[in-house]
């Protein structure tokens, strides 16, 4: 399988040339993309707050409607910093539009059978949320519909918190009658790997010659709560795998390390945390980093203020030359992958494989929580 560049041009021209199958009035293919979301505007941010501590899948809390809000004005002053500090709020809904936009174009050519196909944004704390994405789909009387994870490595805290919504919204009837498949993870897939490993090697390229190989690499991504890691949550195996994969695709070219960042409050999380594992390398004479957000897919406040404006800065006051790797968003080469993804997804249902991978129907041997086994159960019966 190739993964050459094409042109923005010709993602857009895609859009004119519809298969036959696709003839209006056929019910679309929706290929609903899930993920965290943020607020597209610095007013949007208490709501996006109040919402992430809401969920008791991601962070359970004692009297959790009066200690959400709360939290969620203590914070909000601060985080509404970031965002204006950044341009105004999150770009992540943009990026998203445009990646799912080209990628059902790309689907009604490589898989014509179940175009037309369309794309969905379902956030998880920012518009559009979940019930407003159902009730879209319901008015466009959508019969079948791939839940597609944005997240490429799973947690039950990313992408097991977002499918937990879609199945409370799906058992409820908000949909309507859909028959549901899932693309769960896909952290090694080659086309995501050969799009992260064309961004670090563009970011490697501002080096000069002689000292480009010294160039750390790190990857970077979002942290968990070592409660969660020991519960037996399969994020941080996938994401180092997804490591191993771009360091091969790379050929091993630079020393390299894996970190994690955006840890809060007083508990343990995995570590070492980005910002600890800079001044170390400084300490160590290792000067020249590239930072790479391994985890995340379009750019955000982890990236555009944590690493950015925070991190990087932070690096290069003390001498350090630090770049980063641009994150996935217009990507054609991502935007492709996306597309196989689902392309590959769709033939494995043709073929009787089931509407869920063998990972998916595994539960973290630690979890109590019974609403992940019924939304586990629910999709693997096709919703």
Not at 247 to 254: D, I, T, V, Y
């Amino acid at each position: 399988m190739s993964f050459a560049r094409p042109t923005t041009r010709c993602l857009k021209q895609l859009a004119s040339r519809r298969f036959a199958s696709s003839s209006a009035g056929k019910s679309p293919t929706a290929i609903v993309m899930l993920n965290m979301g943020g607020p597209s505007t610095v007013e949007e941010t208490y709501d996006f707050l109040k919402n992430l501590f809401m969920d008791g899948d991601l962070i359970p809390l004692p009297f959790q409607r009066f200690a959400a809000p709360y939290i969620a004005r203590r914070r909000t002053p601060q985080i509404e910093k970031q965002y204006s500090d950044i341009g105004g709020g999150s770009p992540i809904l943009r990026y998203t539009k445009l990646q799912g936009e080209g990628m059902a174009q790309l689907l009604d050519e490589l898989h014509p059978e179940s175009a037309p196909h369309k794309s969905y944004v379902a956030f998880r704390y920012a518009n559009p949320l979940t019930a407003e994405t159902a009730r879209q789909m319901k008015e466009d009387g959508v019969k079948r519909a791939v839940a597609f994870t944005q997240y490429p490595q799973y947690s039950c805290s990313t992408t097991g918190s977002s499918l937990n919504e879609l199945y409370r919204k799906g058992k409820a009837g908000e949909m309507g009658d859909i028959q549901w498949s899932v693309v769960d993870r896909w952290g090694t897939h080659p086309g995501f790997v050969e799009a992260v490993a064309q961004n670090i090697e563009a970011a490697l390229a501002k080096f000069s010659p002689e000292h480009r190989s010294d160039a750390v690499l790190l990857f970077s991504a979002h942290s968990l709560p070592m409660s969660v890691v020991n519960r037996g949550d399969p994020y941080v195996l996938e994401v180092a795998a997804s490591v191993a994969a771009a360091m091969k695709r790379l050929g091993h070219s630079n020393p390299y390390r894996l970190v994690w960042q955006s840890q809060v409050g007083p508990s343990a999380w995995m570590g070492m945390q980005t910002n600890k594992a800079l001044e170390g390398l400084h300490r160590l004479g290792k000067n020249r980093v590239v930072l790479v957000p391994i985890a995340f897919t379009s750019d955000h406040i982890e990236t555009l203020y944590e690493l950015d404006l925070e991190y990087g800065k932070e690096a290069k006051e003390r001498g350090m030359e630090v770049y980063r790797a641009e994150s996935l968003n217009d990507s054609p080469v991502f935007v492709r992958a996306l597309a196989d993804i689902v392309t590959e997804h769709l033939q494995d249902c043709e073929a009787g494989k089931g509407p869920v991978s063998t990972q998916f129907g595994l539960r973290c041997p630690g979890c109590t929580n019974e609403t992940c086994g019924e939304q586990k159960a629910w999709f693997a019966r096709g919703g």
